[in-house]
């Protein structure tokens, strides 16, 4: 188990939700580093749109958890110049899909500023973008759009699963000299988990084997973790050992732990909640196909799991129906290891 | 006197009879302003040339005519201000300290250029003087000057950044969130628009609905100024006042410099959209001729004077273009070494 992982003393730990855990880190941050600062639409007064950033205005002032006017263009572009002119810059994103109109600044400049300047210049910002479906807030508040910035050279994408990775994650990112992208779950803010009191990294670009197993390997990231994780147990009842591997990082990507993996069981279902079609799944599987060795212990075709070709509903059920949920992989996998119907 | 120190003349030595814009600039000063207007039009000739020689591949935005309008805003900046840059950048580039051997060398896609010839003409930055980049996206310097003026602000320095952009970059999007948000937060920054008529073929008076540039700074409370563009002491009257305000905390003001660019949008241009005689009337305007026969009439310099000038920065030119064309060319092996930061 890597060391991060390893479970402290009793006394150095507490139970702390998802957005308590990404709380707390910004505020160690905040409190180690006075180059840091938080800023986005509601993430003061009201404490942002999740509650994640809470009470921080009141613990740090409004200049450094500044609250700001509905203008994500222009936000993202301020954290790239905060970040080329020596400061750390955290920008929450209110809900991922607003992305859409900060592009330009995220893919033009953050991400190559370094390259074109030749090197001479470093643009450490993080932005943090709550995204994912399952809140019934439809087809502009639900998406899942990671594998767009994990196309992008420059950029770093993460997907913390549990509320230790979100505090170590987010700490990596803020420390990270290269612009980091931070989808966090919506669905995730609530669940609870065991986080180190004091602050630590997770490292980016390091998967993370989150069940061991012989027959299948399901890749998943954030939220589809848990329902993989939730599917192995299932599985096991049947008798298929299933190994889950936790991605945490899309850009870089892991590919030795998957490798790894795959050659054990040579079987793979990759989990995604991001439209599968061109998703990271194809991407996976690509690199499989590619590496003569992890291609040659297939025992069978890979499988992706990922979202529908179609926008996220309105409709509860629809909405349910439109990404992978826990009885999906269960079903997927079963059939991949030979149980169940052939 | 070395042509990139704009030092201020302990002596001034104006004369009767000039203009207050005029008055207010020393000799030495003038000396330094005249250098720099010389290089970037020899710079740009000379790119030109090499252009149509074949020494060189992709394309230029020159601007060539707008000297005055380059020079006069960055006058009154120090050298630990910051500049954000346009397309049609090279001007403000040379204006703000730059060397142009430096310059012509990633222009020729070379090694030892500023960027190491990953940025090329439209991507120069010269961060250690405090140029923080040309840029490829119309408008996009607009709002990372927000986030280098909250950093300004918050690292408590009395820097400011002046950002330059054309008329086109006034109706994105970016123009106004970035005015507005660096007008709430008083932010120490000089916003530059560069009306040189034209945005590629787009005629400003058809994409506008008021008659100035300038006249949009209300929307914003605050002030918003437009000034002869080819008139150097007044674009250097015009600089000085928002400098001083930005810097004092007095927060941010808009100038428009009314020119013209003599050349083409790139090299593409066929000037379709607009008639030789509206060239040769911007021409017989030339902001160099403008400042020299002023300058004469009142007997700052004399001919032979001013010859040495010139002549000085061709020289200058000349053997920037032979640095560039003896540098060497990047190592491909080296491909990948800057798309991130470790």
Known sequence: MPAELAAPSVADTKELSYAEAIREGLAQAMEADPRVFLFGEDVGVYGGAFGVSGDLLKRFGPERVIDTPISELGLAGAAVGAALTGMRPVLEIQFSDFVTLAMEQIVNQAAKIRFMFGGKASVPMVVRLPGGSGTGAAGQHSQSLEAWFAHVPGLKVVQPSTPHDAKGLLLAAIDDPNPVLIFEHKLLYKTKGTVPSAPYRVPIGKAVVRREGRDVTIVAASIMTLRAL?????L????????????RSLRPIDFATIAGSVRKTGRLVVVYEGVKTMGIGAEIAAQVAEDDDVFRALKAPIVRLGGADSPIPYNPVLEKATVPQESDIFTAARKLAGGGER | MDARTLSVDPQPVAQAGERPELAALDTGTLRAALTRMHLIRRFEETAEASYMRGLIHGTMHLSIGQEAS??????????????????????????????PALMLAEFFGKENGYCRGRGGSMHIA??????????????????????VGMSIRMQKQDRVCMVFFGD?????GAFHEAL???SIWKLPIVFVCENNKYGMSMDIALAMAVPNVADRASAYAMPGVAVDGNDLPAVAAAAKLAVDRAREGGGPSLIECKTYRWRGHSKSDRNLYRTKEEIDVWRKRDPIRLLETELAAHGRFDAAELAAIEKAAAGEIEAALEFAKSSPDPDPSQLTRDVYAS
Do not use: F, W
């Open chain 2, 180 to 182: 507005n948000m660096a």
């Open chain 2, 168 to 172: 086109g970059a006034t109706n994105e």
């Open chain 2, 70 to 99: 380059a020079v006069g805003s960055i006058l009154p900046l120090r050298r630990d201000d910051y500049i954000l840059s346009t397309h049609r950048g090279h001007g403000h580039c040379i204006a703000k300290g730059a060397d």
């Open chain 1, 236 to 247: 096991a009842q049947e008798g298929i050992d299933a190994e889950v591997i936790d991605l």
């Open chain 2, 126 to 147: 010269d961060i250690e003087g405090g140029n923080l980049g040309a840029n490829g996206i119309v408008g996009g310097g607009l709002p990372i000057a927000v986030g």
């Open chain 1, 230 to 234: 939730a599917a192995a147990e299932r």
